[in-house]
């Protein structure tokens, strides 16, 4: 096809100059790198153009023959909740609803946009993420010869937003020629990105210009809206989990009040992180955020450390000296690990959060604040409570507004996310290109990572420090070979060591698996329907029966209507459609 595509020869703007011009390309320039170079330009150009997204990657589609060998070309962009919204095959336009004629290879995509990196088939015939009836669907058009697929990431401030993929007909020059393909296409892709950034850009403006023009509109004109929950994002914290996204909502609403805030959750879930976002959003953003780890120190460091000294006040107090409290004065202070503070630090703790007032050590100055106070601890306080370990009239007073932090286990749709995260932060660090396979991913879903993101972090860092090529596989992971320690954790379950931080309160587990096959089972918020398994750890080994068995449950209970199903299980409409494919569930018609 390659050859049997021609570009219009383009007319030679010097070749009136003097001799020294010459007619044909310039010799450092091959022909067919100077055909590349016009496609190129010829595609940017179009994209640049002033009319509708869709027919510019309509264009684009159509142009990329002059570019790559290829026999059929797809474009696909999202919409926010991960479903397609434009799919542009051979140049025609489909909205999300089509779904592309079927056309679309769901398995690649779903790689593609889990790993944001390339993927390379040879031959789509022997490669398991393709379904058997793409397989049927691309030898039928081919005339059952042997076909290679290209699928490249469209990203937005590295964030995928979409895929472009051409398949073509192998042969004997494949592996060099695709990797050729790919060096081009990728900065297709990049133009086709900066161009879906500069149109939601637009759009922002003009909703900006409506949302003006509403507000100068008389109240009186204006229709009732339902409420409308808008997504948080919060620097730092990264996934999209149905439990991440609902504990964000609840960060945007704790942060509009002064109350004292209890952090709860295990060790590595991120709790500074998430005081420090409360601390952003609230009122007192432009003012101190100061932060203390109560654990690390002793009563009378700890003491000095909060309420400051005098002069004087013990030895080697040579000047006068604010504690963190004064610090923190019209901020925020946060007091990680306070479980462990001794009971008599606990009363003068006590009396500077009821009456915002204390002495220095070795003053007797009294000195009133304006501190709003986030704690955190990973400790069970009500156990410590009941066995007079922990003052109870001071867990009543921390515990204004007690938040649960998600453990990993629960949110792990978002592995892959930090995952690339980690890498990325790696691979910048130390001059290296590394990327994860999709051997990596399925091994890294599989873990229990009982030290939640902090492991997930170690774990990335050992594995890519160890790593011997460009890219992580499989057989790269300690505990691939047995040699994880931190696996005799959670041989017992999960439930087990998240005892020490949410004893009263008890989460849904989430499944062990790949993203493909993540169907775990979160109650929505505000939802009242009942789980469909009982809280524990699935077992890893009967992790695929019982994943299909809870998808098959859902289905039933929602008349087979995948868009019920999917909040029963807390996922997108996406998620259960890979889910019902992987497993090979037939969906019942009524």
């Known amino acids: 096809m390659l050859d049997s595509v021609s570009l219009p020869e383009r007319p030679n703007s010097t070749s009136d100059a003097g001799p020294s011009t010459s007619a044909g390309p310039s010799p450092s320039i091959l022909p067919s790198q100077e055909k590349s170079l016009t496609t190129i330009f010829e595609i940017a150009h179009t994209l640049t153009g002033l009319c509708r997204l869709e027919a510019k990657l309509a264009s684009v589609i159509e142009r990329l023959p002059s570019l790559v060998q290829m026999r059929r070309g797809i474009v696909c962009l999202f919409e926010h909740d991960g479903m397609p919204e434009i799919i542009v095959d051979d140049g025609r336009s489909e909205g999300r609803d089509a779904r592309c004629g079927g056309r679309l290879p769901q398995g690649a995509i779903d790689q593609i946009v889990a790993t944001g990196q390339p993927l390379i088939v040879q031959n789509v015939a022997l490669h398991s993420i393709f379904s058997s009836s793409e397989v049927e669907m ?122 004292t805030v209890l952090l709860r959750g295990e060790s590595g879930t991120g709790k500074e992180l998430v005081a420090k976002a409360i601390h952003e959003r609230s009122a007192r953003a432009k003012r101190p955020f100061i932060k203390l780890n109560c654990a690390a120190l002793t009563e009378t460091v700890l003491e000095s450390e909060l309420f400051g000294h005098e002069k004087g006040a013990f030895t080697g107090a040579f000047n006068a000296r604010k504690g963190r409290f004064e610090l923190a004065d019209k901020g925020t202070l946060f007091l990680d690990e306070i479980g462990e503070i001794s009971a008599s630090f606990q009363a003068k703790l006590l ?22 106070m986030i704690a955190a601890t990973n400790k069970n306080l009500e156990e410590a409570v009941a066995s007079k370990e922990f003052r109870a009239d001071l867990y009543y007073r921390i515990s204004v507004v007690p938040l649960l932090l998600p453990p990993l286990r629960e949110r792990r749709t978002d592995i892959p996310l930090l995952a690339a995260r980690f890498l990325k932060n790696f691979s910048n660090e130390n001059g290296r290109a590394l990327v994860f396979d999709s051997s990596a991913i399925d091994v890294l879903m599989n873990c229990g990572f009982p030290g939640n993101v902090r492991e997930l972090e170690n774990c990335v860092q050992r594995t890519a420090t160890l790593a011997h090529g460009s890219s992580i596989a499989r057989d790269d992971f300690a505990c691939w070979h047995g040699q994880c320690l931190s696996a005799t954790l ?82 997108t409409p996406r998620q259960i459609g890979y889910a019902l494919r992987r497993h090979g569930i037939e969906i019942k018609r009524f």
């Not at 002495?359 to 000195?367: D, K, L, S």
């Not at 009242?528 to 699935?538: A, N």
Request: with cysteine; proline share 6%; glycine share 8%.
């Open 351 to 372: 009396r500077v959060l009821q009456e915002q007032e204390f002495e220095r050590v070795g003053g007797n100055q009294t000195i009133k604040v304006d501190v709003r």
């Open 138 to 259: 691309m030898l039928d058009a081919a005339g059952n010869t042997c076909v290679a697929f290209i699928g490249l990431p469209i990203e937005i401030d590295e964030k995928v937003v979409g895929t472009l993929s051409i398949d073509r007909i192998a042969d004997n020059g494949t592996h060099a020629q695709l990797e050729d393909d790919v060096r081009l296409l990728t900065m297709v892709a990049s133009l086709l990105g900066q161009t879906a950034k500069l149109h939601c850009v637009r759009d922002r403006g003009r909703l900006m210009d409506e949302e003006f023009r509403l507000q100068k509109q008389p109240s009186s004109e204006l229709k009732p809206h339902g409420r409308e929950r808008k997504k948080v994002q919060v620097e730092g914290i990264i996934g999209d989990s149905p439990a991440l996204r609902a504990m964000l909502e609840k960060i945007e609403l704790i942060a509009q009040s002064n109350s």
């Open 490 to 571: 959670w041989k017992c379950g999960p439930e087990q060591v998240a005892r020490q931080a949410s004893p009263i309160i008890s989460l849904p587990a989430r499944l062990s698996m790949p993203p493909t096959q993540a169907v775990a089972h979160v109650q929505p918020v505000g939802s009242e329907p009942t789980p469909l398994e009982p809280t524990g750890r699935p077992n890893i080994g009967a992790a695929k029966v019982t994943d299909r068995e809870r998808v098959v449950a859902a289905m039933e209970r929602s008349g087979w209507v995948q868009a019920k199903a999917a909040r029963l299980l807390g996922l």
